[in-house]
T-cell receptor
Framework: DGGITQSPKYLFRKEGQNVTLSCEQNLNHDAMYWYRQDPGQGLRLIYYSQIVNDFQKGDIAEGYSVSREKKESFPLTVTSAQKNPTAFYLCASSTASGSGNEQFFGPGTRLTVL | AQSVTQLGSHVSVSEGALVLLRCNYS??????LFWYVQYPNQGLQLLLKYTTGATLVKGINGFEAEFKKSETSFHLTKPSAHMSDAAEYFCAVSRSGNTDKLIFGTGTRLQVFP
């Protein structure tokens, strides 16, 4: 079955540590996205990538970094510079034609900073 | 700039009653509009989308939405609520340009009482 996988489902981190969230898709989509979800705030875009080896900052990129070395993978690193990293993180993908294509979402990773 | 406003962060209905979730958008260009549903601790699933053509859009699970340009609205309805409809619902608008980046509303949590 085609889809998006995220791992781990739950992640605990100590303050000051970097942590990397995994996102893999086998939908052959060109575009991939990372969102952060906080209660009452909807989804906010962190980074997106329209093609391999290229990515752009979203609305809340500070304290995060990404890479896109393979079409199917778009890992997100939450760095120690992110002041409030506890949140639910969602990865998504779409065909990047700009014609209103839907985004397909993974199941999410819940990050808690201890 | 594009934006989305969802009126009512919480909506409660009785099983069998009409469901109406409100969404208003702001866009300087013809928008692409989406409704997504999220069950607890899961990713988002597309309910329906409007791109062009017929303004009444039918989606999965008996939901539908009507694009009203004059009212800049895209309200989601379902004639008869089921207990399984209890979830959070997000309205989103696609940004202008050649990508599929989305701007999300803050979400509406639907409760269904027996």
């Amino acid at each position: 079955d085609g889809g998006i996988t995220q791992s781990p489902k739950y992640l605990f981190r100590k303050e000051g540590q970097n942590v990397t969230l995994s996102c893999e898709q086998n939908l052959n989509h060109d575009a991939m996205y990372w969102y952060r979800q906080d209660p009452g705030q909807g989804l906010r875009l962190i980074y997106y990538s329209q093609i391999v080896n290229d990515f752009q900052k979203g609305d809340i990129a500070e304290g995060y970094s990404v890479s896109r070395e393979k079409k199917e993978s778009f890992p997100l690193t939450v760095t120690s510079a992110q002041k409030n990293p506890t949140a639910f993180y969602l990865c998504a993908s779409s065909t990047a034609s700009g014609s209103g294509n839907e985004q397909f979402f993974g199941p999410g990773t819940r990050l808690t900073v201890l | 700039a594009q934006s989305v406003t969802q009126l009512g962060s919480h909506v409660s209905v009785s099983e069998g009653a009409l469901v109406l979730l409100r969404c208003n958008y702001s866009s300087s260009v013809p928008p692409y509009l989406f409704w997504y549903v999220q069950y607890p601790n899961q990713g988002l699933q597309l309910l329906l989308k409007y791109t062009t053509g017929a303004t009444l859009v039918k989606g999965i699970n008996g939901f539908e939405a009507e694009f009203k340009k004059s009212e800049t609205s895209f309200h989601l309805t379902k004639p008869s609520a089921h207990m399984s409809d209890a979830a959070e619902y997000f309205c989103a608008v696609s940004r202008s340009g050649n990508t599929d980046k989305l701007i999300f509303g803050t979400g509406t949590r639907l409760q269904v009482f027996p």
